[in-house]
């Protein structure tokens, strides 16, 4: 939209960074783009313990994510939430509070609960498991969240993704 000058508004700092970081990502090739979500997504560290509503938590969301979330979704750039936390439910709460449906049905979640998991055998596509160290089935290391999620963007859109087609953004 033009301002009666003709030019178009002007975009804040952290609007351009979100538009410069989703054009980045698309172009690198990123297929999934992975989100820590304590002290990442939300600029406070829940420890997997948040003991208020999922409102409480939605002020803490950073702006840049709130931005970067759709833009991505809008390039055609899977994203997830990727997290030690078990509260998967409160983070999807988080999500519904923070994004459009259209958006949030999108997001993949990762955390630790049992609503996932991960044999041997669905890790080779990811990365060479020479890569790995032994930390593709180690819920102590994001990498096993990382394939999970990958496998998930697998079965949604019928392409592989594997480690380089995939970006952490973690604190």
Do not use: C, N, Y
């Given at each position: 939209m033009a301002s009666v000058s003709g030019r178009r508004p002007s975009v804040d700092q952290v609007e351009a960074q979100a538009l410069e970081a989703a054009a980045g990502l698309r172009s690198a090739g990123a297929k999934l783009v992975c989100i820590d979500f304590d002290a990442t997504f939300v600029a406070v560290h829940t420890g997997g313990r948040w003991t208020r509503s999922a409102t409480e938590l939605r002020a803490h969301v950073r702006r840049f994510f709130l931005l970067l979330v759709p833009l991505l979704c809008e390039a055609d750039v899977s994203v997830a939430i990727v997290t030690f936390s078990p509260q998967v439910a409160l983070i999807r709460d988080v999500l519904?509070?923070?994004?459009?449906?259209?958006?949030?049905?999108?997001?993949?979640?990762?955390?630790?609960?049992?609503?996932?998991?991960?044999?041997?055998?669905?890790?080779?596509?990811?990365?060479?498991?020479?890569?790995?160290?032994?930390?593709?089935?180690?819920?102590?290391?994001?990498?096993?969240?990382?394939?999970?999620?990958?496998?998930?963007?697998?079965?949604?859109?019928?392409?592989?993704?594997r480690n380089r087609d995939t970006v952490l953004v973690d604190d």
């Open positions: 519904r509070l923070s994004f459009a449906a259209s958006v949030a049905e999108q997001l993949v979640v990762r955390g630790d609960d049992r609503s996932w998991s991960l044999a041997h055998a669905q890790t080779t596509d990811f990365a060479p498991l020479w890569q790995t160290d032994g930390r593709h089935l180690d819920r102590k290391f994001k990498l096993p969240f990382m394939i999970s999620a990958a496998l998930e963007v697998q079965g949604r859109r019928g392409a592989v993704v």
